[in-house]
Nanobody, 121 residues
Framework: QVQLVESGGGSVQPGGSLTLSCAVS??????IGWFRKAPGKEREGISC???????FVGDSVKGRFTISRDKARNTVYLQMNSLRPEDTAVYYC?????????????????WGQGTQVTASS
């Protein structure tokens, strides 16, 4: 069973930056997605990266968030810049043993525990 361990959440002022990390055992075999869930809102796909480092980024974060993979560290990162109050949510990484990645939550079998991100003045 693959394990996902997230870290890097916290509180920042609007305009600030955070980097989330998702450590995944056996990362080379998995497509990884980042999702977020805010109170009263549907879960939203943010970004994903496939085994061959192909990436997708959601429209709501395009130009501000960047996903990357460090195979030596078995870790996927989500660099978040220019954070806005509407980015406040619990962020989750998810993994599926496939070469592709997806922005659809139902496509993923394994999930991390979630990490809170708050952008507020």
């Amino acid at each position: 069973q693959v394990q996902l361990v997230e870290s890097g959440g916290g509180s920042v002022q609007p305009g600030g930056s955070l980097t989330l990390s998702c450590a995944v055992s056996g990362l080379d075999s998995y497509g990884i997605g980042w999702f977020r869930k805010a109170p009263g809102k549907e879960r939203e796909g943010i970004s994903c990266i496939g085994v061959n480092d192909n990436t997708f980024v959601g429209d709501s974060v395009k130009g501000r968030f960047t996903i990357s993979r460090d195979k030596a560290r078995n870790t996927v990162y989500l660099q978040m810049n220019s954070l806005r109050p509407e980015d406040t949510a619990v962020y989750y990484c998810a993994a599926e043993k496939a070469w592709w990645c997806s922005m659809v939550a139902a496509d993923y079998e394994y999930w991390g525990q979630g990490t809170q991100v708050t952008a507020s003045s």
